[in-house]
Nanobody, 124 residues
C-alpha cells in the first residue's frame, strides 16, 4: 500500500503562484508514473498533469499548459506541481496519484493510489 500526502495548497490571488508537493510513503512509487488531478465544486475530477517514472514523458491539460510545471524527485519519492499565473478557474481540490505502470496518462483508471487532496483557492 502506498500512502500519498499533498501539501502546498492555499488561498492566492489571481495571477499568483503556488507549489504543490506530493510525497509517497514508499519508494515503490519511484518506478511508477505519477500525476495531478483536480476537482472543482460540482464538477468531475479532471486531469491536470502527469510525469513518467524517470521524470520524463510529461503531459499537461490544455487549460494549464504554459502555466503549470510538473516535476519529481525520485530519491525523495516526491512530485511537485508549480502553478503560475493562477486563474479563478484553477480553484479546486488537487489530488496526486500513482500510476499502475511506468508511464502516466490522462485516464484516471490508470491510477491505483490517490492522496486525500489539497485545496487551492484563487481569488479575484
Amino acid at each position: 500500500q502506498v500512502q500519498l500526502e499533498e501539501t502546498g495548497g492555499g488561498l492566492v490571488q489571481a495571477g499568483g503562484s503556488l507549489r504543490l508537493s506530493c510525497t509517497a510513503s514508499r519508494r515503490t512509487s519511484s518506478n511508477n508514473g505519477m500525476a495531478w488531478f483536480r476537482q472543482a465544486p460540482g464538477k468531475e475530477r479532471e486531469f491536470v498533469a502527469a510525469v513518467g517514472w524517470n521524470g520524463g514523458a510529461k503531459q499537461y491539460a490544455d487549460s494549464v499548459k504554459d502555466r503549470f510545471t510538473i516535476s519529481r524527485e525520485r530519491a525523495k519519492s516526491t512530485m511537485y506541481l508549480q502553478m503560475n499565473n493562477l486563474k479563478l478557474e484553477d480553484t479546486a481540490v488537487y489530488y496526486c496519484a500513482v500510476s499502475r505502470g511506468a508511464i502516466a496518462g490522462q485516464n484516471m483508471a490508470q491510477y491505483n493510489y490517490w492522496g486525500q487532496g489539497t485545496q487551492v483557492t484563487v481569488s479575484s
